[in-house]
Protein backbone atom coordinates (compact mmCIF):
# COMPACT_ATOMS: atom_id res chain seq x y z
CA UNK A 1 0.00 0.00 0.00
CA UNK A 2 1.33 3.68 -0.61
CA UNK A 3 2.28 5.78 2.40
CA UNK A 4 1.77 9.10 2.21
CA UNK A 5 3.79 10.11 5.39
CA UNK A 6 5.14 8.75 8.69
CA UNK A 7 4.32 10.09 12.36
CA UNK A 8 6.01 9.38 15.68
CA UNK A 9 3.69 9.08 18.35
CA UNK A 10 3.42 7.74 22.13
CA UNK A 11 1.54 5.61 23.71
CA UNK A 12 -0.66 7.33 25.99
CA UNK A 13 -2.01 5.60 29.58
CA UNK A 14 -3.22 8.72 31.41
CA UNK A 15 -7.21 9.59 30.67
CA UNK A 16 -9.60 12.15 31.15
CA UNK A 17 -10.40 16.24 30.23
CA UNK A 18 -7.73 16.97 32.89
CA UNK A 19 -5.26 14.93 31.51
CA UNK A 20 -5.73 16.13 27.86
CA UNK A 21 -5.00 20.05 28.73
CA UNK A 22 -2.17 18.92 30.71
CA UNK A 23 -0.77 17.24 27.44
CA UNK A 24 -1.81 20.44 25.23
CA UNK A 25 0.19 22.86 27.65
CA UNK A 26 3.36 20.31 27.40
CA UNK A 27 3.03 20.94 23.50
CA UNK A 28 1.43 17.28 22.61
CA UNK A 29 -1.73 16.16 21.02
CA UNK A 30 -4.14 13.51 22.36
CA UNK A 31 -5.27 11.60 19.92
CA UNK A 32 -7.08 7.68 19.86
CA UNK A 33 -6.71 4.40 17.38
CA UNK A 34 -9.37 2.58 16.54
CA UNK A 35 -10.48 -0.12 14.25
CA UNK A 36 -8.95 -3.18 12.79
CA UNK A 37 -10.10 -5.77 14.61
CA UNK A 38 -8.05 -4.17 17.60
CA UNK A 39 -8.90 -2.36 20.46
CA UNK A 40 -8.94 1.51 20.78
CA UNK A 41 -5.72 2.48 21.54
CA UNK A 42 -4.86 6.30 23.24
CA UNK A 43 -1.71 7.63 21.56
CA UNK A 44 -0.13 11.27 22.05
CA UNK A 45 1.58 13.80 18.97
CA UNK A 46 3.68 16.03 19.09
CA UNK A 47 1.62 19.62 18.15
CA UNK A 48 4.56 21.46 16.52
CA UNK A 49 5.51 18.53 13.83
CA UNK A 50 1.26 18.02 13.04
CA UNK A 51 0.91 21.46 12.48
CA UNK A 52 3.33 21.26 9.67
CA UNK A 53 1.17 18.81 8.17
CA UNK A 54 -1.97 20.06 8.60
CA UNK A 55 -2.79 22.56 5.62
CA UNK A 56 -1.48 19.47 3.04
CA UNK A 57 -4.60 18.16 2.12
CA UNK A 58 -2.83 14.91 1.54
CA UNK A 59 -2.20 14.28 4.87
CA UNK A 60 -6.29 13.25 4.97
CA UNK A 61 -6.48 11.69 2.02
CA UNK A 62 -3.39 9.43 2.33
CA UNK A 63 -2.24 6.12 4.58
CA UNK A 64 -0.18 7.65 7.51
CA UNK A 65 2.15 5.11 9.37
CA UNK A 66 2.10 5.84 13.20
CA UNK A 67 5.33 4.50 14.53
CA UNK A 68 5.54 4.57 18.29
CA UNK A 69 9.39 2.73 19.56
CA UNK A 70 9.84 0.34 17.21
CA UNK A 71 6.01 -0.91 16.54
CA UNK A 72 4.37 0.71 13.75
CA UNK A 73 0.57 0.69 12.32
CA UNK A 74 -1.15 2.13 9.07
CA UNK A 75 -4.03 4.21 9.72
CA UNK A 76 -6.20 7.16 8.03
CA UNK A 77 -7.05 10.25 9.55
CA UNK A 78 -11.03 10.15 10.57
CA UNK A 79 -11.29 13.66 12.65
CA UNK A 80 -9.22 16.28 13.26
CA UNK A 81 -10.82 18.92 16.50
CA UNK A 82 -9.22 22.51 15.86
CA UNK A 83 -9.38 25.19 19.08
CA UNK A 84 -12.20 27.02 18.17
CA UNK A 85 -10.31 30.42 18.25
CA UNK A 86 -6.65 29.55 18.00
CA UNK A 87 -4.49 28.20 15.03
CA UNK A 88 -4.26 24.53 17.59
CA UNK A 89 -5.22 21.04 16.97
CA UNK A 90 -7.12 19.86 20.36
CA UNK A 91 -7.64 15.91 19.53
CA UNK A 92 -7.41 13.69 16.25
CA UNK A 93 -9.70 10.57 15.72
CA UNK A 94 -7.67 7.94 13.21
CA UNK A 95 -8.78 4.15 11.56
CA UNK A 96 -6.47 1.02 11.33
CA UNK A 97 -5.63 -0.03 8.18
CA UNK A 98 -5.57 -3.33 7.54
CA UNK A 99 -4.56 -4.93 3.53
CA UNK A 100 -7.28 -6.83 3.22
CA UNK A 101 -9.92 -4.54 4.46
CA UNK A 102 -12.11 -1.68 2.37
CA UNK A 103 -11.12 1.66 3.66
CA UNK A 104 -13.71 4.79 3.51
CA UNK A 105 -11.63 8.34 2.62
CA UNK A 106 -12.54 11.35 1.29
CA UNK A 107 -10.59 12.10 -1.53
CA UNK A 108 -9.76 15.98 -3.23
CA UNK A 109 -10.97 16.51 -6.80
CA UNK A 110 -8.55 18.45 -8.66
CA UNK A 111 -10.36 20.27 -11.87
CA UNK A 112 -8.16 20.82 -14.78
CA UNK A 113 -8.62 22.54 -18.55
CA UNK A 114 -11.23 24.75 -17.53
CA UNK A 115 -9.58 28.54 -19.02
CA UNK A 116 -9.33 27.12 -22.16
CA UNK A 117 -12.97 25.50 -22.34
CA UNK A 118 -15.43 26.63 -25.09
CA UNK A 119 -17.91 27.96 -22.19
CA UNK A 120 -14.95 30.34 -20.65
CA UNK A 121 -12.91 30.78 -23.21
CA UNK A 122 -15.40 31.50 -26.39
CA UNK A 123 -18.72 32.19 -24.94
CA UNK A 124 -17.98 33.97 -21.74
CA UNK A 125 -18.76 31.49 -18.96
CA UNK A 126 -17.52 31.32 -15.74
CA UNK A 127 -16.97 27.61 -13.52
CA UNK A 128 -19.02 26.99 -10.61
CA UNK A 129 -17.11 24.18 -8.24
CA UNK A 130 -20.05 22.53 -6.34
CA UNK A 131 -17.97 20.12 -4.08
CA UNK A 132 -14.22 19.73 -4.17
CA UNK A 133 -14.39 16.18 -2.93
CA UNK A 134 -16.00 13.11 -2.35
CA UNK A 135 -16.24 9.46 -0.36
CA UNK A 136 -14.67 6.53 -1.83
CA UNK A 137 -14.67 2.62 -0.97
CA UNK A 138 -11.28 1.00 -1.96
CA UNK A 139 -8.74 -1.52 -0.67
CA UNK A 140 -5.28 0.32 1.16
CA UNK A 141 -3.36 -0.96 -2.38
CA UNK A 142 -5.98 0.63 -4.49
CA UNK A 143 -6.07 4.24 -3.15
CA UNK A 144 -5.22 7.10 -4.94
CA UNK A 145 -4.08 10.69 -3.78
CA UNK A 146 -6.78 12.20 -5.48
CA UNK A 147 -9.63 12.20 -8.41
CA UNK A 148 -9.79 14.25 -11.38
CA UNK A 149 -11.59 15.87 -13.41
CA UNK A 150 -11.44 17.29 -17.38
CA UNK A 151 -13.46 20.30 -18.07
CA UNK A 152 -11.56 21.34 -21.41
CA UNK A 153 -14.47 20.30 -22.98
CA UNK A 154 -16.78 22.06 -21.28
CA UNK A 155 -19.75 24.20 -22.97
CA UNK A 156 -21.81 27.08 -21.30
CA UNK A 157 -24.73 25.97 -19.13
CA UNK A 158 -23.18 22.30 -19.24
CA UNK A 159 -22.93 20.26 -15.57
CA UNK A 160 -20.64 17.53 -14.64
CA UNK A 161 -21.67 15.28 -12.17
CA UNK A 162 -20.23 12.51 -10.26
CA UNK A 163 -20.46 9.86 -12.85
CA UNK A 164 -18.30 11.86 -14.96
CA UNK A 165 -15.34 11.80 -12.52
CA UNK A 166 -12.81 8.61 -14.26
CA UNK A 167 -12.57 6.41 -11.56
CA UNK A 168 -9.09 4.28 -10.86
CA UNK A 169 -10.02 0.17 -10.59
CA UNK A 170 -10.74 -1.29 -7.60
CA UNK A 171 -12.25 2.08 -6.76
CA UNK A 172 -16.22 3.15 -6.62
CA UNK A 173 -18.35 6.01 -4.77
CA UNK A 174 -20.69 5.37 -2.30
CA UNK A 175 -23.13 8.04 -3.25
CA UNK A 176 -23.62 6.64 -7.07
CA UNK A 177 -24.13 3.22 -5.89
CA UNK A 178 -27.02 4.83 -3.93
CA UNK A 179 -28.04 6.82 -7.19
CA UNK A 180 -27.27 10.31 -5.71
CA UNK A 181 -25.09 11.50 -8.44
CA UNK A 182 -24.83 15.12 -7.81
CA UNK A 183 -23.57 17.90 -9.67
CA UNK A 184 -19.68 18.42 -9.27
CA UNK A 185 -19.13 21.59 -11.62
CA UNK A 186 -20.78 23.43 -13.58
CA UNK A 187 -20.21 26.28 -16.72
CA UNK A 188 -22.47 29.08 -16.55
CA UNK A 189 -23.36 33.10 -17.76
CA UNK A 190 -21.90 35.67 -15.59
CA UNK A 191 -24.46 37.41 -13.38
CA UNK A 192 -24.88 40.65 -15.06
CA UNK A 193 -24.24 43.80 -12.58
CA UNK A 194 -26.44 46.07 -11.53
CA UNK A 195 -25.52 49.50 -13.52
CA UNK A 196 -24.34 52.22 -11.21
CA UNK A 197 -26.55 55.08 -10.38
CA UNK A 198 -26.01 58.09 -13.18
CA UNK A 199 -25.59 62.01 -11.32
CA UNK A 200 -28.96 63.09 -12.33
CA UNK A 201 -30.82 59.56 -11.01
CA UNK A 202 -29.07 60.07 -8.02
CA UNK A 203 -29.89 64.16 -7.80
CA UNK A 204 -33.41 62.88 -8.53
CA UNK A 205 -33.60 60.19 -6.00
CA UNK A 206 -32.41 62.51 -3.36
CA UNK A 207 -35.21 65.15 -4.61
CA UNK A 208 -37.79 62.49 -4.06
CA UNK A 209 -36.03 61.10 -0.79
CA UNK A 210 -36.88 64.47 -0.05
CA UNK A 211 -40.43 64.91 -0.80
CA UNK A 212 -41.49 61.76 0.87
CA UNK A 213 -39.83 62.85 3.77
CA UNK A 214 -41.87 66.51 3.85
CA UNK A 215 -45.03 64.67 2.81
CA UNK A 216 -45.79 63.09 6.10
CA UNK A 217 -44.26 66.15 8.13
CA UNK A 218 -47.08 68.45 6.21
CA UNK A 219 -49.89 65.96 7.19
CA UNK A 220 -48.65 65.74 10.82
CA UNK A 221 -49.08 69.59 10.66
CA UNK A 222 -52.56 69.12 9.57
CA UNK A 223 -53.65 67.19 12.21
CA UNK A 224 -52.71 69.24 14.42
CA UNK A 225 -54.41 72.07 13.65
CA UNK A 226 -57.74 70.54 12.93
CA UNK A 227 -57.18 68.73 17.08
CA UNK A 228 -56.79 72.37 18.12
CA UNK A 229 -59.71 74.07 20.13
CA UNK A 230 -61.60 76.86 18.30
CA UNK A 231 -60.74 80.02 19.39
CA UNK A 232 -64.25 82.53 20.11
CA UNK A 233 -64.57 85.43 18.92
CA UNK A 234 -64.77 89.02 20.36
CA UNK A 235 -63.74 88.56 24.98
CA UNK A 236 -66.65 90.25 26.14
CA UNK A 237 -69.79 88.61 27.79
CA UNK A 238 -73.16 88.53 26.37
Do not use: W
Request: aromatic share 4%; charged share 25%; proline share 6%.
Amino acid sequence: MRIGFEIQADFRDDQGKGASRRLRRRGKIPAIIYGGKLAPRQVIFDHQNLMTMIDNEKLYSSIIRIKVGSESQEAIIKDVQMHPAKNAIMHIDLQRVLADEKIRIHLPIHFHGAAGSPGVKTEGGVVSHRISDVEVVCLPKDLPEFLELDLSQMKLNETKFLSDIPLPAGVVIPQLQQGRNVAVVSVHAPRAAEPEPTEAAAAEGAVAAGTTAAAPAAGEAAKADAAAPAKKEGGGKK
